[in-house]
Protein backbone atom coordinates (compact mmCIF):
# COMPACT_ATOMS: atom_id res chain seq x y z
CA UNK A 1 0.00 0.00 0.00
CA UNK A 2 0.69 3.61 -0.18
CA UNK A 3 3.22 4.75 2.55
CA UNK A 4 1.14 6.50 5.03
CA UNK A 5 1.59 10.43 4.74
CA UNK A 6 2.72 10.88 1.93
CA UNK A 7 -0.17 11.79 -0.86
CA UNK A 8 0.27 9.98 -4.46
CA UNK A 9 2.20 12.68 -6.65
CA UNK A 10 2.10 12.73 -10.69
CA UNK A 11 3.93 10.08 -12.02
CA UNK A 12 5.11 12.72 -14.68
CA UNK A 13 6.08 15.49 -12.17
CA UNK A 14 8.24 12.58 -10.62
CA UNK A 15 9.33 11.66 -13.68
CA UNK A 16 11.00 15.16 -14.66
CA UNK A 17 12.34 15.63 -11.01
CA UNK A 18 14.56 12.77 -11.31
CA UNK A 19 16.10 13.55 -14.66
CA UNK A 20 16.46 16.54 -13.28
CA UNK A 21 18.45 15.19 -10.45
CA UNK A 22 20.35 13.16 -12.55
CA UNK A 23 21.02 15.74 -15.01
CA UNK A 24 22.98 17.60 -11.85
CA UNK A 25 24.01 14.58 -10.56
CA UNK A 26 26.28 13.77 -14.11
CA UNK A 27 27.47 17.67 -14.31
CA UNK A 28 28.96 17.10 -10.84
CA UNK A 29 30.61 14.10 -11.06
CA UNK A 30 31.98 14.95 -14.18
CA UNK A 31 33.47 18.18 -12.34
CA UNK A 32 34.58 17.01 -9.34
CA UNK A 33 34.32 13.12 -9.39
CA UNK A 34 31.80 11.08 -7.51
CA UNK A 35 34.32 11.09 -4.03
CA UNK A 36 33.70 14.83 -4.30
CA UNK A 37 30.12 14.94 -5.08
CA UNK A 38 27.45 15.26 -1.79
CA UNK A 39 23.97 14.61 -1.88
CA UNK A 40 23.59 18.18 -0.34
CA UNK A 41 25.37 19.63 -3.42
CA UNK A 42 23.25 17.51 -5.87
CA UNK A 43 19.89 19.02 -4.18
CA UNK A 44 21.16 22.24 -4.64
CA UNK A 45 22.09 21.62 -7.83
CA UNK A 46 18.87 20.38 -9.26
CA UNK A 47 16.78 22.80 -6.92
CA UNK A 48 15.01 19.99 -4.51
CA UNK A 49 15.54 19.14 -1.00
CA UNK A 50 18.01 17.06 0.39
CA UNK A 51 14.60 14.63 1.47
CA UNK A 52 13.55 14.81 -2.21
CA UNK A 53 16.31 12.95 -3.32
CA UNK A 54 15.50 9.94 -0.93
CA UNK A 55 11.91 9.67 -2.09
CA UNK A 56 13.74 8.60 -5.41
CA UNK A 57 17.03 6.90 -3.98
CA UNK A 58 17.81 5.60 -0.51
CA UNK A 59 21.40 5.60 -1.14
CA UNK A 60 24.34 8.46 -3.61
CA UNK A 61 25.17 4.62 -4.56
CA UNK A 62 21.83 3.78 -5.92
CA UNK A 63 21.58 7.29 -7.59
CA UNK A 64 24.97 7.01 -9.57
CA UNK A 65 23.47 3.70 -10.61
CA UNK A 66 20.43 5.05 -12.30
CA UNK A 67 22.67 7.46 -13.80
CA UNK A 68 24.92 5.10 -15.43
CA UNK A 69 21.55 3.32 -16.31
CA UNK A 70 20.55 6.36 -18.35
CA UNK A 71 23.67 7.17 -20.36
CA UNK A 72 23.56 3.62 -21.08
CA UNK A 73 19.87 3.59 -22.30
CA UNK A 74 20.69 7.27 -24.51
CA UNK A 75 23.63 5.28 -26.06
CA UNK A 76 21.83 2.65 -26.92
CA UNK A 77 19.19 4.77 -28.45
CA UNK A 78 21.47 6.83 -30.83
CA UNK A 79 23.23 3.87 -31.70
CA UNK A 80 20.00 2.23 -32.75
CA UNK A 81 18.97 4.93 -34.31
CA UNK A 82 21.65 5.37 -36.61
CA UNK A 83 20.12 1.94 -38.43
CA UNK A 84 23.51 -0.03 -38.07
CA UNK A 85 23.28 -2.41 -40.65
CA UNK A 86 26.37 -4.73 -40.32
CA UNK A 87 28.56 -5.45 -37.27
CA UNK A 88 31.19 -3.35 -38.35
CA UNK A 89 28.75 -0.50 -38.61
CA UNK A 90 27.45 -1.41 -35.04
CA UNK A 91 30.55 -1.69 -33.61
CA UNK A 92 31.80 1.93 -34.76
CA UNK A 93 28.91 3.05 -33.60
CA UNK A 94 29.15 1.58 -30.12
CA UNK A 95 32.18 3.16 -29.86
CA UNK A 96 31.92 6.72 -30.46
CA UNK A 97 28.84 6.44 -28.61
CA UNK A 98 30.81 5.41 -25.47
CA UNK A 99 34.14 7.98 -26.19
CA UNK A 100 31.40 10.90 -26.16
CA UNK A 101 29.65 9.78 -22.96
CA UNK A 102 32.53 10.30 -20.32
CA UNK A 103 30.79 8.41 -17.52
CA UNK A 104 30.25 5.57 -19.29
CA UNK A 105 33.76 5.97 -20.39
CA UNK A 106 34.71 6.59 -17.28
CA UNK A 107 33.51 2.96 -16.04
CA UNK A 108 34.81 1.11 -18.09
CA UNK A 109 37.91 2.08 -17.65
CA UNK A 110 37.87 2.55 -13.90
CA UNK A 111 39.14 6.09 -13.83
CA UNK A 112 39.30 6.64 -10.39
CA UNK A 113 39.54 10.57 -10.62
CA UNK A 114 36.06 10.59 -11.95
CA UNK A 115 34.12 7.08 -10.12
CA UNK A 116 36.62 7.11 -6.83
CA UNK A 117 35.92 4.81 -4.89
CA UNK A 118 33.51 3.03 -6.76
CA UNK A 119 36.55 1.86 -8.67
CA UNK A 120 37.66 -0.27 -5.63
CA UNK A 121 33.87 -1.76 -4.74
CA UNK A 122 33.11 -2.24 -8.29
CA UNK A 123 29.78 -1.13 -7.89
CA UNK A 124 29.64 0.35 -11.08
CA UNK A 125 30.80 -2.33 -13.39
CA UNK A 126 27.19 -3.47 -14.99
CA UNK A 127 26.72 0.09 -15.88
CA UNK A 128 28.69 0.66 -18.78
CA UNK A 129 28.46 -1.91 -21.79
CA UNK A 130 27.15 -5.21 -20.40
CA UNK A 131 25.12 -6.15 -23.61
CA UNK A 132 23.71 -9.63 -22.00
CA UNK A 133 22.50 -12.55 -23.30
CA UNK A 134 20.94 -10.45 -26.19
CA UNK A 135 24.41 -10.18 -28.05
CA UNK A 136 25.60 -13.59 -27.73
CA UNK A 137 22.62 -14.45 -29.84
CA UNK A 138 23.47 -12.09 -31.94
CA UNK A 139 26.99 -13.54 -32.49
CA UNK A 140 25.46 -17.00 -32.98
CA UNK A 141 23.72 -15.90 -35.62
CA UNK A 142 25.97 -13.45 -37.44
CA UNK A 143 28.12 -16.95 -37.23
CA UNK A 144 25.26 -18.72 -38.78
CA UNK A 145 24.93 -16.57 -41.17
CA UNK A 146 29.17 -16.37 -42.33
CA UNK A 147 29.26 -12.99 -41.49
CA UNK A 148 31.77 -13.72 -38.56
CA UNK A 149 34.53 -16.39 -38.46
CA UNK A 150 33.66 -20.12 -37.21
CA UNK A 151 34.13 -19.73 -33.25
CA UNK A 152 31.93 -20.01 -30.19
CA UNK A 153 30.29 -17.02 -29.01
CA UNK A 154 32.46 -16.64 -25.83
CA UNK A 155 35.46 -16.34 -28.13
CA UNK A 156 34.69 -13.66 -29.98
CA UNK A 157 32.61 -11.81 -27.20
CA UNK A 158 36.49 -12.14 -25.97
CA UNK A 159 38.08 -10.45 -28.86
CA UNK A 160 35.38 -7.80 -29.11
CA UNK A 161 35.87 -7.09 -25.49
CA UNK A 162 39.95 -6.82 -25.83
CA UNK A 163 39.49 -4.81 -29.10
CA UNK A 164 37.18 -2.27 -27.51
CA UNK A 165 38.56 -1.68 -24.39
CA UNK A 166 42.25 -1.14 -26.21
CA UNK A 167 40.89 1.73 -28.52
CA UNK A 168 39.15 2.99 -25.79
CA UNK A 169 42.36 3.29 -23.49
CA UNK A 170 44.08 4.47 -26.12
CA UNK A 171 43.68 8.59 -26.03
CA UNK A 172 44.46 8.30 -22.01
CA UNK A 173 47.60 6.83 -22.85
CA UNK A 174 49.52 8.80 -25.75
CA UNK A 175 50.46 12.77 -25.64
CA UNK A 176 47.79 15.10 -26.28
CA UNK A 177 49.15 16.22 -29.41
CA UNK A 178 49.46 12.64 -30.99
CA UNK A 179 45.63 11.90 -29.90
CA UNK A 180 42.83 11.12 -32.86
CA UNK A 181 39.31 12.42 -32.92
CA UNK A 182 36.88 10.16 -31.69
CA UNK A 183 35.31 8.99 -35.04
CA UNK A 184 38.61 7.88 -36.48
CA UNK A 185 39.30 5.95 -33.08
CA UNK A 186 36.34 4.35 -33.52
CA UNK A 187 36.86 3.98 -37.32
CA UNK A 188 40.15 2.07 -36.22
CA UNK A 189 38.60 -0.27 -33.98
CA UNK A 190 35.57 -0.87 -36.20
CA UNK A 191 38.04 -1.71 -38.94
CA UNK A 192 39.99 -4.15 -36.49
CA UNK A 193 37.24 -6.25 -34.69
CA UNK A 194 36.44 -6.52 -38.88
CA UNK A 195 39.51 -8.21 -39.83
CA UNK A 196 39.55 -9.86 -36.44
CA UNK A 197 36.21 -11.34 -36.74
CA UNK A 198 35.02 -11.24 -40.05
CA UNK A 199 33.65 -13.99 -42.30
CA UNK A 200 36.30 -13.48 -44.83
CA UNK A 201 33.85 -13.01 -47.99
CA UNK A 202 31.21 -10.89 -49.67
CA UNK A 203 27.72 -11.95 -48.05
CA UNK A 204 24.49 -12.84 -50.24
CA UNK A 205 21.98 -10.01 -50.79
CA UNK A 206 20.02 -12.48 -48.47
CA UNK A 207 22.44 -12.66 -46.03
CA UNK A 208 23.33 -8.94 -46.31
CA UNK A 209 19.48 -8.82 -45.16
CA UNK A 210 19.30 -11.08 -42.58
CA UNK A 211 22.70 -9.95 -40.76
CA UNK A 212 20.91 -6.34 -40.84
CA UNK A 213 17.61 -7.51 -39.61
CA UNK A 214 19.82 -9.52 -37.29
CA UNK A 215 21.36 -6.60 -35.97
CA UNK A 216 18.59 -4.14 -35.15
CA UNK A 217 17.17 -6.82 -33.24
CA UNK A 218 19.84 -7.11 -31.25
CA UNK A 219 20.20 -3.31 -30.44
CA UNK A 220 15.99 -3.59 -29.63
CA UNK A 221 16.75 -6.38 -27.13
CA UNK A 222 19.36 -4.67 -25.70
CA UNK A 223 17.90 -1.53 -25.33
CA UNK A 224 14.41 -2.67 -23.80
CA UNK A 225 16.40 -4.42 -21.21
CA UNK A 226 18.67 -1.11 -20.51
CA UNK A 227 15.05 0.96 -20.35
CA UNK A 228 13.35 -1.43 -18.05
CA UNK A 229 16.27 -1.62 -15.72
CA UNK A 230 16.61 2.60 -15.83
CA UNK A 231 12.89 2.48 -15.13
CA UNK A 232 13.18 0.65 -12.27
CA UNK A 233 15.94 2.85 -10.70
CA UNK A 234 14.20 6.39 -11.49
CA UNK A 235 12.40 5.92 -7.76
CA UNK A 236 9.10 7.29 -9.31
CA UNK A 237 6.72 5.05 -8.26
CA UNK A 238 5.24 5.27 -4.61
CA UNK A 239 7.22 2.80 -2.22
CA UNK A 240 5.23 -0.29 -0.64
CA UNK A 241 5.58 -0.24 3.08
Known amino acids: MVRAGRPPQDPARQLERAHRILDAAAELVLRWGYDKTTIDDVAKAAGVAKGTIYLHWRTRDDL ?13 AEVRASGPATPRELFERLALGLLRRP ?3 AVLLSDSEVLGKLTRRKRASAGALDLGPGFERYLRELRALGAVRDAPAADLGIVIGSVLYGFLFLPTAVPEPARQPDEKIAALLADTLDRAIGGGRTPTAGEAE ?3 RATLDCLDAVEEVAAHKLTASLGTEERVS
Open 64 to 76: FAALLRRERVRML
Open 103 to 105: LLK
Open 210 to 212: AVA
